[in-house]
Each structure stands twice: as structure tokens, then as C-alpha cells.
């Protein structure tokens, strides 16, 4: 493991940026939510994290980061996920996740030099409220993407009444989506492709510049710890051995050359790569 990665492993990320050809791909920090290990990843046991405290905070939790992913080719710019929106929840006994807490999204677009408003479109991974926030806040904030189109996949918008966002919400910016299938590109360089599982429509999006290739994998996987244990599965998981298939397929191409991965909740290690033979989460220098 790299020097350094360790208190990487279990930290919130802040802003980060690569190059991809003549795309430029920006981690957009909205916030951050801790999960419960066991109660996240029911399958695992007290041993197993034992093995594996780096993954872990003082609080004995995982960190998961929040936010979007920002491609930007010249003057135009996509989203990838729209964070969690102004909210802050303190931690409930009774449920997998600890305290969270969203809303610097549109800070740190100021901060790398992009408004809100000229974001042509926001394509979603899923309609999970933590990647919906901003497009309808729920503490009745106007939001700053209101001028952005939706992008989400046809399975998932056809089966919305799965997701945790607010149907309120859902209603609030339903004028603005606009379904996309599989293979689609719907930015230069950016591909839709469907990989039911986590949700009944979720989309990982594969994009690709200058003989390079990042896999924006959403939701598919929660944690680099799934990419040595494919296997396991979220709480949320709508069809957990369909999701695991999905992981281990995205951990194969991972491996390949020239593809790196961009994962939204792993913690401070979100761009990186995979080692092939005995797979680990290599992230990306900065």
C-alpha cells in the first residue's frame, strides 16, 4: 500500500482533478456520511474489520465521501451526481449510517472556477437521495442546477418509486429528465451503461479521452475494501447477487490498461486503479 494511503482510507475527500485526454475530470466535494461497517456490509463480521482497521475512523466507521463528478471539455461541463443537497443528519442507532452532512457542493463549483447555472446537464448514477440533493433540495433552497437537464437511464426512472428521494422531490425536477439508454454518449467522450443492481437502473459512466479510460462506477461498489471482496454487499443493495456480479466484472476491467476508476464514496482514495492478479485499489498520485 502507498505511503500516505492508509489515513487516506478513512478520511473525506477534498477537491480533486485529472486529465483525460482533452477532458478534465474534477471530484466536486458536497460532504460526507459515516457508515456502520456491519450494519452496512451485513455479510462481514467483527473479525473481518479487525483485519482491516485502516478502513475505519476513530468512531470505528466508514467515511463516505459525497459529491459529483464535473467533465469539463472546453467551455461546457457535465455532472456526474448531484450530492446530497443542505442537509445534516445526526446519527441514528436504529439505522447502518452515522452522521452525515451535505451542502458545499456549489462552493466548490465556485472554487473550480465553474457556476451552477451553466451546467448544461446532470447525468445521474441513481436516484438515491446522497446523488439527487441539489436538484431539488428538500429545505426548500432554490437550486443551483435549475437550468441543467437530467440525465438518469430508462430502468431507473421507470422504477423511482424504489428510491429513497423524496417523491416530492422526484415530482419537483421530473419537467427536466430526460432518459437515456444503454451505450449512449451523452457528452463527448461519455457513455451511459446500465448495471442494474445496486438499483433497479443504476449506470456506471464510462469515459473516454486521449487513450485513456475512467469508469465513473457510482454505487456499484461503496468502498475500496469491495475491491478484494467483490462479494459483498450493501444494505442497499435492490438485488445484492446481481450487484456483486456487476462488482466483480467492473474490478476485471479495472485491471486492464489505461482505465482507472473513479468511486464517489471511497473516502479520500477516489480516483485510482486496480492490481491485477490479487486485486487492490491503487489510487491515483496527486
Same mark, same amino acid.
Not at 477537491?15 to 462481514?44: N, Q
Given at each position: 500500500?502507498?505511503?500516505?494511503?492508509?489515513?487516506?482510507?478513512?478520511?473525506?475527500?477534498?477537491? &480533486?482533478?485529472?486529465?483525460?485526454?482533452? +477532458? *478534465?475530470? &474534477?471530484?466536486?466535494?458536497?460532504?460526507?456520511?459515516?457508515?456502520?461497517?456491519?450494519?452496512?456490509?451485513?455479510? *462481514?463480521?467483527?473479525?473481518?474489520?479487525?483485519?482491516?482497521?485502516?478502513? +475505519?475512523?476513530?468512531?470505528?466507521?466508514? !467515511?463516505? &465521501?459525497?459529491?459529483?463528478? +464535473? !467533465?469539463?471539455?472546453?467551455?461546457?461541463?457535465? #455532472?456526474?451526481?448531484?450530492?446530497?443537497?443542505? #442537509?445534516?443528519?445526526?446519527?441514528?442507532? $436504529? %439505522?447502518?449510517?452515522?452522521?452525515?452532512?451535505?451542502?458545499?457542493?456549489?462552493?466548490?463549483?465556485?472554487?473550480?472556477?465553474?457556476?451552477?447555472?451553466?451546467?448544461?446537464?446532470?447525468?445521474?448514477?441513481?436516484?438515491?437521495?446522497?446523488? *439527487?440533493?441539489?436538484?431539488?433540495?428538500?429545505?426548500?433552497?432554490? &437550486?443551483?442546477?435549475?437550468?441543467?437537464?437530467?440525465?438518469?437511464?430508462?430502468?431507473?426512472?421507470?422504477?423511482?418509486?424504489? /428510491?429513497?428521494?423524496?417523491?416530492?422531490?422526484?415530482?419537483? @425536477?421530473?419537467?427536466?429528465?430526460?432518459?437515456?439508454?444503454?451505450?449512449?454518449?451523452?457528452?463527448?467522450?461519455?457513455?451511459? %451503461?446500465? *448495471?442494474?443492481?445496486?438499483?433497479?437502473?443504476?449506470?456506471?459512466?464510462?469515459?473516454? /479521452?486521449?487513450?485513456?479510460?475512467?469508469?465513473?462506477?457510482?454505487?456499484? #461498489?461503496?468502498?475500496?475494501?469491495?475491491? $478484494?471482496?467483490?462479494?459483498? /454487499?450493501?444494505? @442497499?443493495?435492490?438485488?445484492?447477487?446481481?450487484?456483486?456480479?456487476?462488482?466483480?466484472? +467492473?474490478?476485471?476491467?479495472?485491471?486492464?490498461?489505461?482505465?482507472?476508476?473513479?468511486?464517489?464514496? @471511497?473516502?479520500?482514495?477516489?480516483?485510482?486503479?486496480?492490481?491485477?492478479?490479487?486485486?487492490?485499489?491503487?489510487?491515483?498520485?496527486?
Amino acid at each position: 500500500m502507498p505511503t500516505g494511503t492508509r489515513n487516506r482510507l478513512a478520511a473525506e475527500a477534498g477537491i &480533486s482533478s485529472i486529465r483525460l485526454g482533452d +477532458l *478534465t475530470v &474534477s471530484y466536486v466535494p458536497d460532504g460526507a456520511v459515516e457508515l456502520k461497517p456491519r450494519a452496512w456490509f451485513p455479510a *462481514t463480521t467483527d473479525a473481518f474489520w479487525a483485519d482491516r482497521p485502516e478502513y +475505519l475512523n476513530a468512531a470505528g466507521n466508514l !467515511v463516505a &465521501s459525497i459529491g459529483g463528478l +464535473l !467533465v469539463e471539455h472546453g467551455d461546457r461541463a457535465l #455532472l456526474i451526481d448531484a450530492g446530497v443537497g443542505p #442537509l445534516a443528519w445526526p446519527d441514528d442507532p $436504529a %439505522r447502518p449510517i452515522g452522521v452525515l452532512r451535505g451542502g458545499a457542493l456549489p462552493a466548490s463549483l465556485a472554487a473550480l472556477g465553474r457556476d451552477p447555472a451553466a451546467i448544461e446537464a446532470v447525468a445521474i448514477t441513481h436516484l438515491h437521495v446522497d446523488h *439527487t440533493g441539489w436538484l431539488w433540495p428538500a429545505t426548500g433552497a432554490p &437550486s443551483p442546477l435549475a437550468g441543467a437537464e437530467v440525465l438518469v437511464s430508462g430502468p431507473e426512472w421507470e422504477h423511482r418509486e424504489l /428510491s429513497d428521494t423524496d417523491p416530492a422531490a422526484l415530482d419537483g @425536477f421530473a419537467g427536466r429528465v430526460r432518459t437515456v439508454a444503454d451505450g449512449e454518449e451523452v457528452f463527448p467522450g461519455v457513455r451511459v %451503461r446500465t *448495471t442494474a443492481g445496486h438499483t433497479a437502473g443504476h449506470t456506471v459512466y464510462e469515459i473516454t /479521452s486521449g487513450g485513456r479510460r475512467l469508469l465513473a462506477f457510482g454505487d456499484a #461498489l461503496h468502498s475500496p475494501v469491495q475491491i $478484494a471482496h467483490p462479494e459483498i /454487499s450493501a444494505v @442497499f443493495d435492490h438485488d445484492g447477487e446481481l450487484a456483486a456480479d456487476v462488482r466483480r466484472g +467492473l474490478v476485471a476491467e479495472l485491471a486492464g490498461p489505461d482505465t482507472i476508476g473513479f468511486g464517489g464514496h @471511497f473516502a479520500d482514495v477516489q480516483f485510482g486503479r486496480v492490481a491485477p492478479g490479487a486485486p487492490a485499489w491503487l489510487p491515483e498520485p496527486r
